[in-house]
């Protein structure tokens, strides 16, 4: 029976998410772009703070500025979504929710994102079209974001 055990448990070893590190505020700066409803992208600069607490990594805040358009998308994070790193690269960041003035509307749901890895210097999280998407309201057009942001402060965080 031990050693079924053991076998079971060195199997199921690699499935268990590894915990983030080091604890504290990690800051990732870059373009993103959004677009929903309009031919054309909007540009952004982005801040977006991931909070490391216990080995737990959580979307902290995702800051937009640049145009005025930007400055009418938000981004709504919950404060206890720890970010769903089992699937890396793949990270899922449950129930975000995006609020665009213009053209006005909402979009919802998971909010998937790529992590630039553990080895790679600087860490980044790229957003891609079609990967990245949330479920629109409304009219039902969904708001689609592309780019990468990269960490900006210090230590390297890994997730």
């Known amino acids: ?11 199921a070893a690699p499935a268990m998410a590894q915990a983030a590190t080091p604890d504290g505020t990690h800051s990732f700066e870059g373009t993103l772009e959004v677009r929903k409803g ?30 005025s358009v930007c400055d009418g998308i938000s981004f709504t994070v919950p404060t206890n979504a720890v970010l769903n790193t089992a699937s890396l690269p793949l990270v899922t960041v449950p129930s975000v929710g995006i609020t665009i003035a213009f053209p006005a509307g909402t979009c919802a749901g998971d909010l998937n994102l790529y992590w630039g890895g553990n080895s790679a210097t600087p860490r980044s999280l790229t957003f891609a079209d079609g990967a990245s998407n949330l479920p629109g309201s409304g009219l039902g057009l969904p708001c689609r974001i592309k780019g990468t942001l990269t960490q900006t402060s210090t230590p390297a965080v890994s997730l």
């Open 1 to 11: 029976i031990t050693a079924i055990m053991a076998t079971v448990l060195a199997l």
């Open 38 to 67: 309009l031919p054309l992208w909007t540009t952004c600069d982005v801040i977006a703070n991931v909070n490391v607490t216990g080995g737990s990594p959580k979307l902290q805040s995702v800051t937009l500025s640049g145009s």
